[in-house]
């Protein structure tokens, strides 16, 4: 959930905007504010306001394609109202909204593409994650453009991708800000190399698939494209449109039920949510977990690393093994985070799902038969 407190105000920005041909068109990505974030979550949908959205161009032309979903706003210290925010979404297109350009290389070629959510008809989507702007706490919304992305020569196609989920890309991210960057925390869905059907390797997938880490200086938010930098196993060198290299310690082996995620055999981990916590003085990341075709997975993991800069040799990378924290069995579990009280130290100390004390809400989507709903059963207190 992408949150903010505006002055004494917290809100929220939930749901989703823009085309989309498999679902169809969105106008959902709305705003909600409280006192309190218990006050904000409750809010009725007649009480929350639509803000101005960066319009949807044609295909072929600069700008925003595809739908997104705000994951993660990062506020500008250097602004105090609290007004300036950047939003990193979460994006999806498809080879009708971004078709492939061969001048730049980007976009996608309709052959042999996997099947998506909705059925064989349907076609996967790719992900990519990009930044907005707003200068009025979240009134209205500029594109500013990519934080990341993968190519069409890294998508898994046809025979092998049947797992019902992406044809590949990043997505699904968090954000966090730690000494002049912004450390970006991610799903990685596609291929750690040129995909080739031919010399495919299932084991290869899954070696270069789970939650990555790319980061970015904050003074280049403005204009993102090309600047941000992934982890390629020794440093943040890789490109933003490169080949990275996973947290390793978050990956599920294979001894363990882990695979390539476009199998619906491979069990992988996915949808980071990552906090400061104040009280241990430590990263906090919760992490969905899928072990079946169309994101099905009914468990939560939690993760910790202690160093507080990240930016520090290799300390971006120094996660705990993930340790299970809840299992629905039979419910489908998308999105886990953490989120503030409403309580004194949280009010006072305005936290957000970026940064907590020592209790927390843990908030997670919940799909089981023909509900899906956005839940709050657990609170988390952390002992040290």
């Not at 105000?9 to 905007?17: L, V």
């Not at 009280?341 to 949280?346: P, R, V």
Request: some cysteine.
């Amino acid at each position: 959930m992408a949150e903010a407190w505006i002055g004494d105000t917290f809100r929220i920005f939930p749901g989703k905007y823009g085309e989309d041909p498999v679902w169809g068109y969105s106008n959902e990505l709305e705003f909600a504010d409280g006192k309190n974030a218990d006050e904000a979550f409750l809010r009725k949908m007649e009480e929350f306001t639509d803000p101005k959205m960066p319009p949807n161009v044609a295909p072929g032309k600069e700008g925003l394609h595809g739908a997104v979903w705000f994951e993660t706003v990062y506020q500008d210290s250097k602004d105090n109202t609290g007004k300036t925010l950047y939003a990193v979404y979460h994006n999806e297109n498809y080879p009708e909204t971004l078709p492939y350009d061969s001048a730049t290389g980007k976009g996608y070629i309709d052959h042999l593409w996997p099947q998506g959510l909705t059925g064989p008809k349907s076609p996967a989507a790719v992900c990519r994650i990009g930044i907005m702007k707003s200068t009025d706490g979240g009134h209205s919304w500029e594109n500013k453009g990519l934080f990341l992305e993968d190519l069409q020569p890294r998508f898994i196609l046809k025979p092998h991708n049947t797992s019902n989920t992406f044809a590949g890309g990043v997505g699904d991210p968090s954000a966090v800000a730690s000494g002049e960057y912004l450390y970006l925390f991610y799903g990685e869905y596609g291929y750690p190399g040129v995909y080739d059907s031919a010399s495919y390797d299932p084991a290869k997938e899954w070696a270069g698939q789970c939650i990555s880490i790319a980061r970015i200086k904050l003074n280049d938010l403005d204009n993102p494209e090309g600047k941000a930098q992934r982890w390629d196993g020794k440093g943040f060198n890789a490109a933003y449109n490169g080949i990275g290299s996973p947290v390793t310690s978050l990956q599920l082996p294979i001894a363990e039920g882990g695979g390539a995620a476009s199998s619906p055999g491979g069990g992988f981990r996915w949808g980071p949510s990552v906090s400061w916590n104040t009280y241990l003085q430590q990263w906090v990341m919760l992490m969905g977990n899928v072990t079946g075709s169309s994101w099905k997975g009914s468990k939560i993991y939690i993760s910790f690393n202690s160093n507080a800069d990240l930016g520090k040799d290799d300390n971006s990378q120094k996660w705990s093994k993930p340790q299970l924290l809840l299992d629905k069995p039979g419910h489908t579990i998308w999105y886990p985070s953490l989120q503030p009280l409403n309580n004194e130290e949280d009010i006072k100390n305005k936290n957000t799902c970026l940064r907590l004390g020592q209790t927390a809400r843990l908030f997670f989507k919940d799909m089981y038969k023909d509900s899906s709903v956005y839940v709050s059963e657990y609170q988390i207190r952390f002992e040290k």
